[in-house]
């Protein structure tokens, strides 16, 4: 499956942005799904997921109650909805797909996932 990653951008902070992540080659329904992000000098870090049924959900804590991931499969796309956004969310957006794992586990390690999108850039003006 390829994956492509959009919707990034500048927006003050408040605002909202959503990401969209599509999916062609495979459906995107038979994969765990993340959306991480890197910020400068750090690393790669987890910022929400979902399992390959979908009914399992993960956000880190900075996220929760802002972040929202969904799916839609008719559309084969990943989206990930960020509203009251900060300074510090700042980072390169990017969503992988996994698939070698039971169908209500979530996926934390980036070495558990086996495809990328390309990165978005979201940056959060204070």
């Known amino acids: 499956v390829q994956l492509q990653a959009s919707g990034g951008g500048l927006v003050q902070a408040g605002g909202s942005l959503r990401l969209s992540c599509v999916a062609s080659?495979?459906?995107?329904?038979?994969?765990?799904v993340g959306w991480f992000r890197q910020a400068p000098g750090k690393e790669r870090e987890l910022v929400a997921a979902?399992?390959?049924?979908?009914?399992?959900?993960y956000y880190t804590d900075s996220v929760k109650g802002r972040f929202t991931i969904s799916r839609d499969n008719a559309k084969n796309t990943v989206y990930l909805q960020m509203n009251s956004l900060k300074p510090e969310d700042t980072a390169v957006y990017y969503c992988?797909?996994?698939?070698?794992?039971?169908?209500?586990?979530?996926?934390?390690?980036?070495?558990?996932?086996?495809?990328w999108g390309q990165g978005t850039l979201v940056t959060v003006s204070s």
């Open positions: 992988a797909a996994g698939s070698k794992i039971g169908i209500n586990i979530i996926i934390y390690t980036t070495r558990e996932y086996d495809y």
């Open positions: 979902f399992s390959r049924s979908g009914y399992n959900t």
């Open positions: 080659g495979r459906t995107i329904s038979i994969y765990a």
